[in-house]
């Protein structure tokens, strides 16, 4: 046809400069400016997010006249397991499983290395006999469960439905135990719920039943609408710096799900109650292969399109053991250890970078 140009020499249009959402095949291709805004504001919603979600269940709860224990035991420790889960779905579901898998490995890392070295450092906690005799044993066992569970490259949903299996007997279990209380343990337990009562909400005034509802649906849209831009800076900045999804998920996205819990637990310390962060990071690790992998697993079963993370999966293993023989010796966390614990984590990383 005359004046018709072929199109086998047509020079494609250049790309679009509007970012692409993570469901996309290309990293977020904003400026490294914009990516960091993204990933500060990302953080900042999530932990909002997840005050508001414990503060509306804790009020909700309340309302219904649950114990403030029970409050403790279930509300603040999900809660606090919020962010992750928000990542790890978001990240499952839209195709990024490495992401997801990075997030909840290197949080518990990061949960047992980082949090409780650096609140070894500001006040060297005492480990509650009871504790290393009950959770002990379990957290230790979960850290083994995840390289178990991945050894044929794949968290099916079977395998998802037994871990949200063990999350909810885990509870039962805690819930049973915490009910048989004397009265000397159920005074101690006060003194440490009052402590971290504002955790939950208790240390404002009490809300009606439908605004503790509204606070807590306006939260569950935060660490919706904090996961999305929190992995899109991410990957945004992964992708400028050559970093895989792996390595994103293991390191950016895992410190920053931590943070809040890391500044709670160093304000904790720094208060007196440095014990508190022991329950807190054992909680939260369990939480998070149980609750966090098995309901991404349940959602999208999880498998791998890079090599298997061998590093970090007998990293996880070999910094929860240095974390059960730190708990164990002297049942108190000397701030030498609090300094090992801190170097683990710092090998963690580099060893999943290099292998």
Known sequence: ???????????????????????????????????????????????????????????????????????????????????????????????????????????????????????????????????????????????????????????????????????????IVTLTVSARLDPDDELETARADDSGAEMGGRARPRASKGAAALMTLIGLLLLVAGSDLFVRGGRGLAGLVGMSERMLGLTVISVGCALPELIASVIAARRGHAALAIGSVIGSNLLNVFLVLGITAYLQPITFGERMHTAELIGLVAITLLGVLVLRTDRRISRAEGVVLIGAYVAFIGASAIF
């Open 1 to 171: 046809m005359p004046g018709h140009v072929p199109h086998r020499g047509h020079t494609p249009p250049p790309p679009s400069l509007h970012p692409r959402s993570p469901a996309g095949d290309t990293p977020v291709t904003l400026g490294p400016a914009l990516n960091i805004v993204q990933v500060i504001l990302g953080i900042a919603i999530l932990y909002w997010g997840a005050e508001w979600l414990i503060r509306g269940s804790a009020s909700v709860a309340r309302a219904f006249g649950v114990k403030p224990l029970v409050i403790g035991l279930t509300v603040v420790a999900y809660g606090a397991s919020a962010p992750e889960l928000a990542i790890a779905t978001k990240t499952a579901l839209t195709h990024h499983q490495p992401i997801a898998l990075g997030t909840v490995i290197g949080s518990c890392a990061a949960n047992i290395s980082l949090i409780l070295g650096i609140c070894a450092l500001v006040a060297p906690p005492t480990i509650d006999g009871r504790v290393i005799r009950r959770e002990i044993p379990i957290l230790l066992g979960s850290a083994i469960a995840v390289p178990l569970l991945l050894r044929n490259g794949i968290l099916s949903r079977f395998e998802g439905a037994a871990l949200i299996g063990c999350a909810v007997v885990f509870t």
